[in-house]
């Protein structure tokens, strides 16, 4: 190709680089970026937990708390717990500039406290998931803080009572 | 152990900076999206990144994958074999923190695990910058670079906030 042709055509197309950080990403609608938990909205319930492929979500507790962390150093922005996530708490954001010097900036955090069975004080579910299946389903809020086991022997006691009245 | 004095170095090199692109085993994404970035399109050259072939030549290591076991004594290698200041770009989800394969058999989970291999046999990398991404984006990488330079303020601040009382 002749010097006169590259220079026609680099007249004809212009300049294409570019500017970035001086000009805006070229993010497309389709980009994923990395996820946003809405304190105010996340039960704790550990859904995307279960789902994130890379284990980028964990829940870590700790005493009368529980932690839901978030690793992006590890994520692979698939957006899945964003879709299974039942209080729809989880946005996919297009934010990528996440680089960092230190890998402990990477990691954030969502405490949530935990609540205690009112039969053997251990710890059951998280406040924030209470409420929500208090507010969801007929059941008592009173009911749903005992722990799994309790509420076993709870309902084995009342089929017996109930067997033993209908004798 | 000898000190060197890195915002020197860093100094030194700001607007000519030479760069190895290591691959540890990486699903070979974040090595397309630096060829991106190494493109007239992204054009990491603006800010004087060269790719150079040896890594006794570079800078700065680009750095991706997940370190396999059948890579891992030619990164040791490679890591050894760079003059000081070692400067580290670990580019991609998969070197930052294991990624996908964080638990897989045949990784050893990332740029974090392989310092430490790196620290017990004495060899030392003076700055790391992480860039996490799946693939990293090439405005992600100059990003990361300009980061690793000084030029741009670091962004993401780990948190911890507690959900609101009832
Ligand atoms: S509510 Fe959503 S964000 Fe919170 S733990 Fe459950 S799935 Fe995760
Ligand atoms: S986007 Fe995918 S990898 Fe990232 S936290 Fe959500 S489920 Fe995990
Ligand atoms: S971070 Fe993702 S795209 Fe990059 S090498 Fe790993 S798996 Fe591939």
Known sequence: ?167 | MSRVNVARALRAIRRSIWVFHLNSGSCNACDIEVLDALTPYFDVERFGAKLVASPRHADVILFTGPVTRESLPKVVRAVRAMPRPRLILALGSCAVGGGIWWDTYSTIGGFKKLEEILRESGIEVDRVVYVPGCPVRPEAIIYGLLLLLGAVEQKARGSEVAVPEG
């Open chain 1, 1 to 167: 190709m002749s010097v006169a042709k590259i220079l026609e055509i680099a007249a004809r197309v212009g300049r294409v680089t570019r500017r970035y950080p001086y000009q805006p990403p070229l993010l497309t609608p389709e980009f994923r970026g990395s996820i946003r938990v809405d304190p105010s909205r996340c039960w704790g319930c550990g859904a995307c937990v279960r789902i994130c492929p890379p284990n980028a979500l964990t829940l870590k507790p700790s005493g009368k708390m529980v932690a839901l962390e978030y690793f992006v150093g590890r994520c692979i922005f698939c957006g899945m717990c964003a879709e299974v996530c039942p209080a729809g708490a989880i946005e996919v954001t297009k934010e990528f500039e996440l680089s960092a010097t230190s890998i402990e900036d990477l990691r954030t955090r969502l405490v949530h406290r935990l609540t205690r069975c009112s039969v053997c004080g251990a710890p059951t579910w998280t406040e924030a998931e209470l409420r929500a299946v208090v507010k969801a389903s007929p059941i008592t809020e009173e009911y749903a803080a005992i722990c799994p086991e309790h509420r076993r022997e709870r309902f084995a006691k009342a089929v017996a009572l109930r067997l033993g009245a209908g004798e």
